[in-house]
């Protein structure tokens, strides 16, 4: 018990909790840039003209078809060659805002094209223009069954916004990888490491839980 | 009378084809204030496509839609809403809005397009509800209803849009039935109330009490056309009695 006194251990923690910091300030804009980008690049990918479709398509494979850690290293390493500087912080949010909003556009894309057709002929027959039909029957309708989706992308976020140290942005991982290079002690500091993410996580699918509950009508998603 | 006033919905000559195949040819019908015709004939013969048509839920490729005796301008969005407004439709699979309470399907397009208030609407909305017997279940989602529930929210939902006609697909013939009835005594109120009605139905009692025209629809065209007295009368060897007393054999055998 004393251990955890031990000055070690008081530099792990203090080091792992400004990296817990630096981890959330990652992840909120990220999650919620994504899910932005994802609703917007999906709704595209479902209702605009084909030029437009090919280009949301050509985006989601671009993000989705290549590593995340190569999309960092060419936003952090690359866009110097052209003139654009990014602090480290803004390139990894930028490169999880892009990846994540990739893999969300894919399951707004589906939850859109799962909306039955009857959905539209009874809004358009009402006299709603399409407009008022995609954002009062279909998108509410849309969300709910695009939530579990986004939802685990949120989740896999998490754990991948671990990559933002490799562009020397110092958050969770980064801190602790210090701190372990500098007292040679890696099996503690990652275990450390991995109950911090397991407890972010943890918080991540409280929510989603309560956001489910929160958003729950008959006929959606659980019986 | 001399001065004759315009039908209230007019369609003439008609053509839509999906796919290189004719699904309707020439098309054309008149419907006068208060009448109700019947569209029957075989599947296939082009019922739910000329209804979808008549609101432009389908576009014609050919032909007029007249909306008291004015042409509708198909390329123009506000005189489509508009038609779709005044021209209300009643699906075979109801199309209720599957997130929304009984009560909020209608009141959404009465706030989205007749630009009612919250307060006005949902007065409006909990008096047609009343209308069809379901007082008690505006707070019910679809998925908590039966299916001739829906179907009566769902005319509940079309008719507080005040259309001067109802366009009528199949209504009952996705209900169990047992449920069936509680459909037709709604359509047989609205008759008494005087709407003005195109209904395709295989339901007999619908056709022999209600219509004042049968139109019995083939391949695409109305083939036979006239009132039930004539065309359902003993012995009068037409295609719409030929087509109704098998539909009699069929729900005797079930009964």
Known sequence: MMELFSPFYQELFAALNRGFLMSVALILPSAVGGICIGIAIGSVRVYTRPLFRRLGDAYAALFRGTPLVVQLFILYFGLPNIGLYLSPYAAAVIGFILCSGAYQSEYVRGALLSIRRGQYLGAYALGLTSWQTISSIVIPQAIRRALYGCGNEVIYLIKYSSLAYVVTCMELTGEGKTIATEYFRFTEVFTVIGLYYLGLVTLAMMGLKKLEQLLYIPGFGRQ | ?255
Do not use: W
Request: hydrophobic share 40%.
């Open chain 2, 1 to 255: 009378m001399t001065i004759t006033m315009p039908p209230i919905l007019q369609v003439e000559n008609l053509y839509k084809s999906f796919d290189n195949t004719a699904i309707l040819k020439g098309v054309s019908l008149r419907l006068h204030q208060g009448e109700i015709k019947v569209l029957i004939g075989p599947s296939g013969s082009g019922k739910s496509t000329l209804l979808q048509c008549i609101n432009c839920l389908v576009q014609p490729d050919r032909g007029e839609i007249l909306l008291d005796g004015t042409a509708v301008d198909r390329t123009s969005k506000t005189s489509l809403c508009r038609l779709r407004q005044e021209v209300g439709m009643i699906f075979q699979d109801f199309n209720l809005f599957d997130h929304l309470t009984a009560l909020n399907n209608i009141i959404i397009p009465l706030r989205k397009v007749k630009k009612i208030c919250r307060r006005e609407a949902e007065k409006r909305a909990r008096l047609e509800l009343e209308q069809v017997g379901l007082a008690d279940k505006t707070e019910l989602y679809p998925a908590q209803l039966s299916g001739g529930q829906k179907q009566r929210v769902a005319m509940a939902r079309a008719l507080a849009m005040d259309p001067k006609a109802l366009l009528l697909d199949e209504p009952t013939s996705a209900l169990d039935p047992e449920l069936i009835g509680e459909v037709i005594a709604v359509i047989k109120n609205l008759a008494a109330r005087g709407m003005t009605m195109l209904m395709a139905t295989h339901q007999i009692s619908l056709i022999a009490t209600l219509a004042d025209e049968i139109l019995f629809m083939e391949q695409g065209s109305i083939v036979e056309h006239g009132s039930p007295s004539v065309l359902l009368a003993p012995g009068s060897n037409s295609k719409s009695q030929g087509f109704c007393d098998r539909l009699n054999e069929l729900s005797d055998g079930r009964e």
